[in-house]
């Protein structure tokens, strides 16, 4: 069979059958008496042979040697291929997401698409003060696009980038809820506790909604992060898990300090002094737990927790009594 008739048949171009010919990968195992390739079903075989490890992504030196070396290991060089492949789609993966970025940030022209692309590799950066200063200058001329802003704080174990990128997401609004809404339900426990600390700087009722749903959460650290945040915001289902901060000894004062912003509102200090008397009156409480509860009622107005200020003056533990004689004073003085 002539050159032409192989390559209408096989798909291959005549000039690449010249190459694979001058290459020794395919030589024609006959010439015509004009001179021509004659190629036999043997050659056409071998053809597809290569056609079919070059579509694997072969090299054509590979392809000679799997076909031409009988010590060749296909295994190792499909794992090669494997890892390659991996690695080409991870980077086609990070540029389509990288571009994807850039369109949500509608640029208005190569100007505001410099500034996107440079204002994303400094989030990326390896030095802490490029991220902080990225985060910190998103908005200024161009905002750098959401997904990046909420990628960047879920991952920052730098304390001052982070607080850079939660203030640079609460900038815009609740556009990055729904991605931080996912990382409460990562499974890593760091990315969790970033996630709610993100939503607790953002001030709107669909943050608030999902730090309501956070209250729930198996997750100790995001339930206590939601609850500070909702006693700030006058969120009365805060109050329990505040209470067993109290109780723990964990970020108690920021707990305490919630609470006593509750209690301004008047239909919730008597709920909040009578939660934490209830707590009080359990014999499986230790002394320190008595006494953070009973430190905590010095914020609480109302006349529940004089009573149980009156009441806790005589109580059998003598540094819980002495707590409630010094509240008590400090009370009267006002």
Same mark, same amino acid.
């Given at each position: 069979?002539?050159?032409?008739?192989?390559?209408?048949?096989?798909?291959?171009?005549?000039?690449?059958?010249?190459?694979?010919?001058?290459?020794?990968?395919?030589?024609?195992?006959?010439?015509?008496?004009?001179?021509?390739?004659?190629?036999?079903?043997?050659?056409?075989?071998?053809?597809?042979?290569?056609?079919?490890?070059?579509?694997?992504?072969?090299?054509?030196?590979?392809?000679?040697?799997?076909?031409?070396?009988?010590?060749?290991?296909?295994?190792?060089?499909?794992?090669?291929?494997?890892?390659?492949?991996?690695?080409?789609?991870?980077?086609?993966?990070?540029?389509?997401?990288?571009?994807?970025?850039?369109?949500?940030?509608?640029?208005?022209?190569?100007?505001?698409?410099?500034?996107?692309?440079?204002?994303?590799?400094?989030?990326?950066?390896?030095?802490?003060?490029?991220?902080?200063?990225?985060?910190?200058?998103?908005?200024?001329?161009?905002?750098?696009?959401?997904?990046?802003?909420?990628?960047?704080?879920?991952?920052?174990?730098?304390?001052?980038?982070?607080?850079?990128?939660?203030?640079?997401?609460?900038?815009?609004?609740?556009?990055?809820?729904?991605?931080?809404?996912?990382?409460?339900?990562?499974?890593?426990?760091?990315?969790?506790?970033?996630?709610?600390?993100?939503?607790?700087?953002?001030?709107?009722?669909?943050?608030?909604?999902?730090?309501?749903?956070?209250?729930?959460?198996?997750?100790?650290?995001?339930?206590?992060?939601? %609850?500070? #945040?909702?006693? $700030?915001?006058?969120?009365?289902?805060?109050? !329990?898990? +505040?209470? @067993?901060? =109290?109780?723990? *000894?964990?970020?108690? %004062?920021? #707990?305490?300090? $919630?609470?006593?912003?509750?209690?301004?509102? !008047?239909? +919730?200090? @008597?709920? =909040?002094?009578? *939660?934490?008397?209830?707590?009080? #009156?359990?014999?499986?409480?230790?002394?320190?737990?008595?006494?953070?509860?009973?430190?905590?009622?010095?914020?609480?107005?109302?006349?529940?927790?004089?009573?149980?200020?009156?009441?806790?003056?005589?109580?059998?533990?003598?540094?819980?009594?002495?707590?409630?004689?010094?509240?008590?004073?400090?009370?009267?003085?006002?």
């Amino acid at each position: 069979m002539l050159i032409g008739e192989v390559a209408r048949r096989s798909g291959v171009s005549a000039r690449m059958l010249r190459h694979y010919d001058s290459l020794g990968l395919v030589r024609p195992t006959g010439r015509t008496d004009a001179g021509y390739r004659e190629y036999s079903s043997e050659d056409i075989r071998r053809i597809f042979h290569i056609e079919s490890l070059r579509s694997l992504g072969l090299s054509l030196r590979e392809v000679r040697r799997a076909l031409d070396d009988p010590g060749f290991r296909p295994s190792e060089l499909v794992d090669d291929l494997i890892r390659q492949t991996r690695e080409r789609i991870a980077g086609e993966t990070e540029l389509l997401t990288r571009l994807r970025r850039i369109g949500a940030a509608e640029p208005a022209g190569w100007e505001d698409v410099l500034q996107i692309v440079a204002l994303l590799q400094a989030l990326g950066s390896e030095s802490a003060g490029k991220r902080q200063r990225a985060a910190l200058s998103s908005g200024e001329k161009v905002r750098v696009p959401v997904e990046a802003l909420v990628e960047a704080a879920l991952s920052e174990t730098d304390p001052n980038v982070a607080g850079a990128l939660r203030w640079a997401l609460a900038q815009s609004g609740d556009a990055g809820l729904a991605l931080l809404a996912d990382g409460l339900g990562s499974p890593m426990a760091e990315v969790r506790k970033r996630a709610v600390q993100s939503i607790a700087e953002i001030p709107n009722g669909e943050a608030t909604a999902l730090l309501q749903d956070a209250l729930t959460s198996p997750d100790i650290v995001v339930r206590e992060h939601a %609850a500070v #945040a909702l006693g $700030a915001r006058g969120v009365a289902d805060a109050v !329990p898990t +505040l209470i @067993d901060m =109290i109780v723990e *000894g964990t970020n108690d %004062a920021d #707990a305490a300090d $919630a609470l006593s912003a509750l209690a301004s509102h !008047p239909a +919730l200090a @008597d709920q =909040i002094a009578t *939660g934490l008397v209830d707590r009080l #009156a359990r014999r499986t409480i230790g002394s320190s737990a008595r006494q953070r509860l009973t430190q905590a009622l010095a914020d609480i107005p109302g006349i529940t927790t004089s009573r149980a200020l009156a009441d806790l003056s005589h109580d059998e533990d003598r540094a819980v009594a002495l707590t409630a004689i010094y509240i008590l004073g400090i009370r009267s003085a006002r």
